[in-house]
């Protein structure tokens, strides 16, 4: 079974800083991609950055304008841990963030998802 375990939430001041770790498990189909999203309270979820699989994209980086210079995405393969580092909060930057993993299953594509860690940025 894929398991998704967020962990690093918390609360920071603005123009603080966070990494927020996925550690994954169960995961035995190619990924094509592991991606980070959050959803603030009344608002739809987001992506926020997603990085590519190197095996057919030759690896990439993707983020939300929003966060675009202020947040990086990274993976460690061997410790099978994606993470989120988060520069220069911003109150805005407050939301449950949840770690996804889009996994190609038998030639399709399947979305899994981790339970969520709150980061609140705040004074």
Known sequence: QVRLV???G??????GSLRLSCAASGIIFPINAMSWYRQAPGN???LVATITSGVT???STNYAESVKGRFSISRNNAKNTLYLQMNS???ED???YYCNANINKFGSR???WGQGTQVTVSS
């Open 6 to 8: 967020e962990s690093g």
């Open 10 to 15: 918390g609360l920071v001041q603005p123009g």
């Open 44 to 46: 739809q979820r987001e």
């Open 57 to 59: 994209s030759g690896g």
């Open 89 to 91: 909060l911003k109150p």
């Open 94 to 96: 407050t939301a449950v």
């Open 110 to 112: 399947a979305d899994y």
